[in-house]
């Protein structure tokens, strides 16, 4: 059975609307357990295999989302990728029998990785020479990501010297599970154009030598606020397209289940 054609958007705004929901109870600490130890952790004797059998730790599951062991993904594309993976991979079809919460806690096991408050500031100076009120950048690190260190942060492009990094409490930080830092930007120009630049944060995990960066786009103009800096999305190869792209009836039939076990959470 296939879809109409019409079906397809209302069901990548079931799912969209449905991840939205679901983000509040997402339990990354449940979701390494249940990725690590699937069997024992779910009880179902019907698995004959772990999230690690074909996924060695979470950071292959990542590189293969995001690019990279490190990489910045959203609970949301996660599941996405989850849901496809229960419909189209042959191997990962026996945990079609996980419920929901299960689900959406590997979800955000998979994307819990260091993140920041926003992904772009805008800044809008009153006059000319005129700097704007420093505008907070938050850095927080994931619940299971282990110990993480902030090596430096920068602002580099075009318009660097338009923006100002007015306080740093990240660089040298080491940032146990959870914990966060902050960086505070503010913006000057003596002209009336509009100046774009990038605020980089580099970071470490452990002991680990790989360096990685989240990056925050910084747009600011006199007079007029500039439009926000649009984000880019991660691909992942196994995906054939986000939410349109995994399984219409299996992709329904998980929707289905998170609306239903968001409508019994609020019901208690």
């Not at 990548?12 to 339990?27: C, E, F, K, P």
């Not at 945990?95 to 805008?122: E, H, R, V, W, Y």
């Not at 999305?233 to 399984?247: E, K, T, V």
């Amino acid at each position: 059975m296939t879809l109409h054609p019409i079906a397809r958007p209302a069901l990548a705004v079931s799912l969209a609307l449905t991840a939205l929901a679901a983000q509040a109870t997402y339990d990354p600490a449940s979701g390494k357990r249940l990725f690590e130890d699937t069997i024992n952790e779910t009880g179902l004797s019907t698995l004959t295999g772990n999230c690690t059998s074909c996924h060695t730790n979470v950071q292959n599951r990542r590189t293969k989302i995001g690019g990279d062991q490190f990489a910045a993904i959203e609970a949301d594309h996660a599941l996405d990728r989850v849901g496809y993976a229960l419909n189209n991979v042959s191997a990962m079809k026996q945990f079609q029998a996980l419920d929901a919460d299960q689900l959406t806690d590997i979800a955000a096991f998979i994307a819990d990785t260091p993140k920041t408050s926003d992904a772009s500031l805008g800044f809008s100076a009153a006059a000319i020479n005129t700097p704007t009120v420093a505008q907070n950048l938050d850095l927080t690190n994931g619940v299971t990501f282990g110990q993480l260190t902030i090596d430096s942060v920068a602002i580099s492009g075009a318009g660097a010297a338009r923006f100002t990094l007015k306080t740093d409490s990240c660089t040298a930080q080491k940032l146990a599970a959870s914990a966060s830092c902050r960086a505070t930007v503010s913006f000057s120009a003596g002209d009336m154009q509009a100046y774009s630049a990038t605020l980089t944060l580099t970071m470490h995990q452990g002991t680990s030598t790989t360096r990685f960066t989240r990056s925050v786009a910084l747009d600011g103009a006199v007079g007029a606020a500039p439009p926000p800096s649009s984000g880019g999305s991660s691909s992942d190869d196994d995906s054939g397209g986000g939410a349109l792209g995994f399984g219409w009836l299996g992709g329904l039939a998980l929707a289905t289940a998170l609306l239903r076990r968001q409508r019994e959470r609020a019901s208690r």
